[in-house]
Structures are given as C-alpha cells and as structure tokens.
T-cell receptor, first 115, second 115 residues
Framework: KAGVTQTPRYLIKTRGQQVTLSCSPI?????VSWYQQTPGQGLQFLFE???????NKGNFPGRFSGRQFSNSRSEMNVSTLELGDSALYLC??????????????FGPGTRLTVL | AQSVSQHNHHVILSEAASLELGCNYS??????LFWYVQYPGQHLQLLLK??????LVKGIKGFEAEFIKSKFSFNLRKPSVQWSDTAEYFC?????????????FGAGTRLAVHP
C-alpha cells in the first residue's frame, strides 16, 4: 500500500499570503489529522477530519482551517501568513475504526517557509 | 492540561550501549501510548504502540517499551544500540476518547550513536 502523501513538499511564501497544503491518506483510511512541527514548540495537533467533518481541533487561531473530501483526501489552509507559521506541516491518516484504538501513520510533511 | 514529558532532550551513546528513554504523561483517564522515530531526512515512523494487555510491548528494530500505569510512564528501551539508531524519538499519548484522534507529543529526544 502506498503511504500518506503530501503536496507540495516545499513552499516559500511571504507574509500576508495564504497557502493550501494537500494530503492523500493511505487507501482505506478515513481519518486525517494535521500537525505542526517547529523547533520551539515541537509537534502540535492542529485538527482532525473524519467523514468530511472536523472532529477535533487544537489551539490554533482561526487562520488555520481545513477540509476533507469524500475520498478522504484533505487540505489545510493558512490565511494571512505570519513569520511564525514557518514550520513542517505533517499529515497523518488512520483507519478510524471507532474502537478508540487507532494508529496514525504520517506523511513526509510540507516544509513551509514564510519570508 | 494533558502533557507528555520526555526526560532527556539529547542522548549520546556508543554502539552496543543500552538505551532507555524516559516518557511520562499527565492524564487521568485511559490512554493509548506510542513511540515514533524520525530518522534524519525521513518522515515520522511508528516504532511501537500500547493499547491494552501486556504492559511490555515490542516494536520494530529491537525496541521495546514498558507501560507502568501507577507511574504514568512509558519508557523506551533497547539493549544494544547501533549507529543506524541515530534519530529523534517522540513519545506520544492519545487520550481514549471514543474514537477521536489527537496525539499529544513530547518534545522529543535526539539520540546520537557513535561507532
């Protein structure tokens, strides 16, 4: 099975712009979660989508949003970019079996640099 | 607030030395526990996981971890490290919340293994 794929792998934007990142989960996985990784804050949960609905959200401002499509692919959007948004954005997918015991598998990430 | 604490930020070992990385979490309810590894230039990979049952779990590449509920700990061990184990290791907790996926990560431990 193919793993989680993320596009693009690298992005350079300037302050004030907006950006859209894409994630394709492992085939058959219905849940997609997004994380931000920075040297200072580490890995932080952004949000999770299941069945095209946001089920869980971390402590990030409203500039960070996402959506999920019927084929489970997901996108996240960051509007009005700030320098502090420079980070590695990771997508993870899981089966979402409903048992509460899910394992998340991560993609390679999108490296966003805000100038 | 839920949190995960990894005791060592940097560990330097010689090949064949034994490894133990500490991880403690703060959450009063049932949790699922994970160790992920990030090799240089690669994406986050699952090393091992604990959902229930035997508190001693074995993962890939000779790693194991022990869940001690009374100490809220999930320490990672390997009897004899290799140069190829050089990587960053992340402990993560997923509160058992009826199927919702949210991983809370520790700050990570950078392991350098010298030949």
């Amino acid at each position: 099975k193919a793993g989680v794929t993320q596009t693009p792998r690298y992005l350079i934007k300037t302050r004030g712009q907006q950006v859209t990142l894409s994630c394709s989960p492992i085939s058959g996985h219905r849940s997609v979660s997004w994380y931000q990784q920075t040297p200072g804050q580490g890995l932080q949960f952004l949000f999770e989508y299941f069945s095209e609905t946001q089920r869980n959200k971390g402590n990030f401002p409203g500039r960070f949003s996402g959506r999920q499509f019927s084929n489970s692919r997901s996108e996240m959007n960051v509007s009005t970019l700030e320098l502090g948004d420079s980070a590695l954005y990771l997508c993870a997918s899981s089966l979402a079996s409903g048992s509460g015991s899910d394992t998340q598998y991560f993609g390679p990430g999108t490296r966003l640099t805000v100038l | 607030a839920q949190s995960v604490s990894q005791h060592n930020h940097h560990v330097i070992l010689s090949e064949a030395a034994s490894l133990e990385l500490g991880c403690n979490y703060s959450y009063g309810g049932t949790v699922n526990l994970f160790w992920y590894v990030q090799y240089p230039g690669q994406h986050l990979q699952l090393l091992l996981k604990y959902f229930s049952g035997d508190p001693l779990v074995k993962g890939i590449k000779g790693f194991e971890a022990e869940f001690i509920k009374s100490k809220f700990s999930f320490n990672l061990r390997k009897p004899s490290v290799q140069w190829s184990d050089t990587a960053e290791y992340f402990c993560a907790v997923m509160p058992f919340s009826g199927g919702y996926n949210k991983l809370i990560f520790g700050a990570g431990t950078r392991l350098a293994v010298h030949p």
